[in-house]
T-cell receptor, first 118, second 114 residues
Framework: AQKITQTQPGMFVQEKEAVTLDCTYD???????LFWYKQPSSGEMIFLIY??????QNATEGRYSLNFQKARKSANLVISASQLGDSAMYFC???????????????FGTGTKLQVIP | DAGVIQSPRHEVTEMGQEVTLRCKPI?????LFWYRQTMMRGLELLIY????????DSGMPEDRFSAKMPNASFSTLKIQPSEPRDSAVYFC????????????FGDGTRLSIL
């Protein structure tokens, strides 16, 4: 099974509208971290937002919020009031313990390409 | 603060040549990751280190690829001999230990093998 699943390869949203990018994950750990990154066409990877598995409140960072539903194992990114500069690839990622050795591993989804239409 | 520094930014070389990509992580970070990104395969984790020790290299495509981290401030990814299918953007990322810690990515090296 995929550890991180992003089912929307591409999405369109009208400028100033809100958009939700889906992410589901699979883990047997009780403690893990969930992250969203943005990759604009210029290529750099930009960290957007973090949600801890024990956090009771949904994370928010400006226009970004994370709709965390632990029982459903989903961590959807919500972008409010979309701007043209939000057009980019968005990746969901999970950080959890490796099975042995006390180390951690990070798994990325395949990404969603968001295009904001004027 | 300086971010993750990768060099070179662009590399164009002929098939069969040795390629060395370099990465300087953020000072104090104890995890270092190497990724490869292509249109066909997306973002792939190649190898990662903790405290300079390789933890998981199962993503390294084949023996032509090798990575080292001789000290906390430097890592290399080497391809020898290079092939056209190795053409990709290679990212280095670093982080602190902790499941709440995001990765900080370098700007990537765009590699073209002719």
């Amino acid at each position: 099974a995929q550890k991180i699943t992003q089912t929307q390869p591409g999405m369109f949203v009208q400028e100033k509208e809100a958009v939700t990018l889906d992410c589901t994950y699979d883990t047997s750990d009780q403690s893990y971290g969930l992250f969203w990154y943005k990759q604009p066409s210029s290529g750099e990877m930009i960290f957007l937002i973090y949600q801890g598995s024990y956090d009771e409140q949904n994370a928010t960072e400006g226009r970004y919020s994370l709709n965390f539903q632990k029982a459903r194992k989903s961590a959807n990114l919500v972008i409010s009031a979309s701007q043209l500069g939000d057009s980019a690839m968005y990746f969901c990622a999970m950080r959890e313990d490796l099975n042995s050795g006390g180390y951690q591993k990070v798994t990325f989804g395949t990404g969603t390409k968001l295009q904001v239409i004027p | 603060d300086a971010g993750v520094i990768q060099s070179p930014r662009h590399e164009v070389t002929e098939m069969g040549q040795e390629v060395t990509l370099r990465c300087k992580p953020i000072s104090g970070h104890d995890y270092l990751f190497w990724y490869r990104q292509t249109m066909m395969r997306g973002l792939e984790l190649l190898i990662y280190f903790n405290n300079n020790v390789p933890i998981d290299d199962s993503g390294m495509p084949e023996d032509r690829f090798s990575a080292k981290m001789p000290n906390a401030s430097f890592s290399t990814l080497k391809i020898q001999p290079s092939e056209p299918r190795d053409s990709a953007v290679y990212f280095c990322a670093s982080s602190w230990t902790g499941k709440a810690q995001p990765q900080h990515f370098g700007d990537g090296t765009r590699l073209s093998i002719l």
